[in-house]
């Protein structure tokens, strides 16, 4: 294929980042704005060696979930990605996405659940921070970033947030006009409003404004926000200090000029209080199907051990904890840890039951493996960059009953998989959730759980284990360590199992584990863990 060239092609399947795939002789062609099903005529505009990057021309006949696009500007804005396919053909393509990830990047052959839609398509943002700007007439204007650009596309109504963001955007423009304060050029690091950075209360209706500014203060500030405060009925008004030559939206200094400096809400029964600097997922109504869902897969019993990381304001892990004795929740932004605590001390859970830890996943997890701490079920959300390699070592050596795993990514989540599967575990279930309508982003939680030994165990051979009398032949040592790991969480040593071995008479190969010289003491083994050997033996028939 050449640059220009223009072939006719039909719209397979989408890819993950929501273009369409056709195919001319064998080479893949991802073409944006199309649906699969569509035939159109599509323009070569970058050839590569084994694939193209294409443009439509001409939509010849559409594709089933086609449907006209109702908003202005979702193609140079890029918020809405699938605006132009119905609800029903997104879910489906979702529900592809999430499949084609698992299958080509996991190597798993099992299938996807279809996607649970979201309770709501439209107006579902919780939050939302729109950069502020001037238009082409030189007048106050918010909207978002084009594509890979810091060029803002202008919005008046954004039909994924409530209508009074919409309503308090434009006014808030107005009264910017009115008391001559300028939005903010990151190219020249000048003027004063950046961005304006609103969230809502799903369930309480409490409503937050804070305005990110480069600077101290605004020109007539309390005037400013108590007439914002006003007209939109907000709970609470903040400013943000953000004086840094960067495209990070907050700064670290956030004062309150109006109200509490913080909405409440509740989300899967957990009752939350948040500013401007808690993660929170920006669609309550799916977020509490997700929870609801990673509930059910965890099967906490009474008196389970529930290990949280990446926990956020711990949200997942307290809306799990009436049904197990202890939660740690681990999360590092400091902000997020203290409302999770306090979330704790609302419920009037006590500190030994539900403790939030400021620190990096993989460092706590790995510092959980070495104390010895086994977690019965470990829940992960973490970023789209997914686990650490330090996170999925600590999670195999703890070897939790279950793993439960929520990921915006389902690329670095099947590797994730991957690697504990690999490890002795079994994804049970995939099951994709659609927090973010009309775009391309989609949510999933997996069900992992570690396989019994009688099912897999894997056993790294030594040459002495060929070496083996009539009895040892029933069983492996490791085939004994794994069963004991399994069913008491005891980790046993080989001189351990031959001691027990020894004391009923299964007789061992001579020399076998004893010391290296005549004076050296050897340890015992202690009651609790020779009982689990007995069992494991049992087990085996060697009893």
């Given at each position: 294929?050449?640059?220009?060239?223009?072939?006719?092609?039909?719209?397979?399947?989408l890819?993950?980042?929501?273009?369409?795939?056709?195919?001319?002789?064998?080479?893949?062609?991802?073409?944006?704005?199309?649906?699969?099903?569509?035939?159109i005529?599509?323009?070569?505009?970058?050839?590569?060696?084994?694939?193209?990057?294409?443009?439509?021309?001409?939509l010849?006949?559409?594709?089933?979930?086609?449907?006209?696009?109702?908003?202005?500007?979702?193609?140079?804005?890029?918020?809405?990605?699938?605006?132009?396919?119905?609800?029903?053909?997104?879910?489906?393509?979702?529900?592809?996405?999430?499949?084609?990830?698992?299958?080509?990047?996991?190597?798993?052959?099992?299938?996807?659940?279809?996607?649970?839609?979201?309770?709501?398509?439209?107006?579902y943002?919780?939050?939302v921070?729109?950069?502020?700007g001037?238009?082409?007439?030189g007048?106050p204007?918010?909207?978002?970033?084009?594509?890979?650009?810091?060029?803002?596309?202008?919005?008046?109504?954004?039909?994924?947030?409530?209508?009074w963001?919409n309503?308090?955007?434009?006014?808030?423009?107005a009264?910017?006009?009115e008391?001559?304060?300028?939005?903010?050029?990151?190219t020249?690091?000048t003027?004063?409003?950046?961005?304006?950075?609103?969230?809502?209360?799903?369930?309480?209706g409490?409503?937050?404004?804070?305005?990110?500014?480069?600077?101290?203060?605004?020109?007539?500030?309390?005037?400013?926000?108590?007439?914002?405060?006003?007209?939109?009925?907000?709970?609470?008004?903040?400013?943000?200090?953000?004086?840094?030559?960067t495209?990070?939206?907050l700064?670290q200094?956030?004062?309150?000029?109006?109200?509490?400096?913080?909405?409440?809400?509740?989300?899967?029964?957990?009752?939350?209080?948040?500013?401007?600097?808690?993660?929170?997922?920006?669609?309550?109504?799916?977020?509490?199907?997700?929870?609801?869902?990673?509930r059910?897969?965890?099967?906490?019993?009474?008196?389970d051990?529930?290990?949280?990381?990446?926990?956020?304001?711990?949200?997942?892990?307290?809306?799990?904890?009436?049904?197990?004795?202890?939660?740690?929740?681990?999360?590092?932004?400091?902000?997020?840890?203290?409302?999770?605590?306090?979330?704790?001390?609302?419920?009037?859970?006590?500190?030994?039951?539900?403790?939030?830890?400021?620190?990096?996943?993989?460092?706590a997890a790995?510092?959980?493996?070495?104390?010895?701490?086994?977690?019965?079920?470990?829940?992960?959300?973490?970023?789209r960059?997914?686990?650490?390699?330090?996170?999925?070592?600590?999670?195999?050596?703890?070897?939790?009953?279950?793993?439960?795993?929520?990921?915006?990514?389902?690329?670095?989540?099947?590797?994730?998989?991957?690697?504990?599967?690999?490890?002795?575990?079994?994804?049970?279930?995939?099951?994709?959730v659609?927090?973010f309508?009309?775009t391309r982003?989609?949510?999933?939680?997996c069900?992992?759980?570690?396989?019994?030994s009688?099912?897999?165990?894997e056993?790294e051979?030594?040459?002495?284990?060929?070496?083996?009398?009539?009895?040892?032949?029933?069983?492996?040592?490791?085939?004994?360590?794994?069963?004991?790991?399994?069913h008491s969480?005891?980790?046993?040593?080989?001189?351990?199992?031959?001691?027990?071995?020894?004391?009923?008479?299964i007789?061992?190969?001579?020399?076998?584990?004893?010391?290296?010289?005549?004076?050296?003491k050897?340890?015992?083994c202690?009651?609790?863990?020779?009982?689990?050997?007995v069992?494991?033996?049992?087990?085996f028939?060697?009893l």
């Amino acid at each position: 294929m050449i640059k220009n060239q223009i072939f006719e092609v039909t719209v397979e399947n989408l890819s993950s980042d929501g273009n369409g795939v056709a195919h001319v002789e064998g080479q893949a062609i991802f073409v944006p704005g199309t649906a699969p099903g569509d035939v159109i005529a599509c323009r070569i505009v970058k050839p590569m060696k084994s694939y193209a990057f294409g443009r439509m021309e001409r939509l010849i006949v559409p594709g089933s979930g086609r449907i006209p696009s109702d908003c202005p500007v979702c193609t140079p804005c890029g918020g809405c990605g699938l605006r132009h396919m119905s609800y029903e053909a997104e879910c489906a393509a979702k529900t592809g996405f999430v499949q084609d990830a698992f299958t080509r990047l996991g190597h798993f052959d099992q299938q996807v659940l279809p996607v649970l839609p979201s309770p709501l398509s439209e107006r579902y943002r919780n939050k939302v921070q729109l950069p502020v700007g001037l238009d082409e007439a030189g007048h106050p204007v918010t909207g978002f970033y084009a594509g890979r650009s810091h060029r803002i596309v202008p919005c008046s109504d954004c039909k994924l947030q409530p209508e009074w963001m919409n309503r308090l955007a434009a006014r808030a423009c107005a009264l910017m006009e009115e008391y001559s304060i300028s939005p903010y050029d990151e190219t020249t690091h000048t003027g004063l409003v950046r961005h304006l950075y609103m969230r809502q209360g799903w369930h309480s209706g409490q409503r937050l404004l804070c305005l990110v500014i480069n600077g101290k203060s605004l020109p007539r500030e309390s005037e400013f926000c108590r007439r914002l405060q006003q007209e939109f009925n907000l709970t609470t008004v903040l400013v943000n200090r953000n004086t840094q030559r960067t495209n990070v939206i907050l700064g670290q200094d956030t004062r309150t000029v109006l109200g509490p400096g913080v909405i409440e809400d509740t989300l899967a029964g957990v009752p939350l209080q948040m500013g401007v600097h808690e993660f929170y997922q920006v669609n309550t109504p799916a977020a509490e199907v997700l929870y609801a869902k990673a509930r059910e897969f965890a099967r906490l019993r009474p008196g389970d051990f529930l290990l949280d990381l990446y926990c956020g304001m711990g949200t997942i892990g307290l809306s799990m904890k009436p049904d197990c004795d202890r939660l740690v929740g681990v999360e590092v932004v400091p902000q997020a840890v203290e409302e999770a605590a306090a979330t704790a001390a609302r419920l009037g859970l006590p500190a030994g039951n539900a403790e939030f830890l400021c620190m990096d996943a993989g460092e706590a997890a790995s510092r959980f493996a070495a104390q010895g701490q086994r977690p019965d079920v470990i829940v992960v959300d973490p970023p789209r960059k997914g686990c650490d390699a330090a996170t999925r070592e600590a999670i195999i050596t703890m070897a939790p009953r279950t793993v439960v795993m929520v990921s915006c990514n389902a690329a670095t989540a099947a590797r994730d998989a991957r690697a504990l599967c690999n490890a002795g575990y079994h994804l049970e279930i995939i099951q994709p959730v659609d927090l973010f309508p009309r775009t391309r982003h989609v949510e999933t939680v997996c069900l992992l759980s570690k396989l019994k030994s009688t099912q897999h165990i894997e056993v790294e051979l030594d040459m002495d284990e060929l070496d083996l009398t009539a009895a040892e032949k029933k069983a492996t040592y490791d085939e004994i360590k794994a069963y004991v790991l399994e069913h008491s969480g005891l980790k046993v040593s080989s001189l351990y199992i031959a001691q027990v071995k020894q004391k009923y008479g299964i007789i061992e190969r001579e020399n076998y584990n004893k010391p290296k010289s005549e004076n050296a003491k050897q340890p015992q083994c202690p009651k609790e863990k020779k009982d689990a050997i007995v069992e494991a033996l049992e087990f085996f028939h060697m009893l």
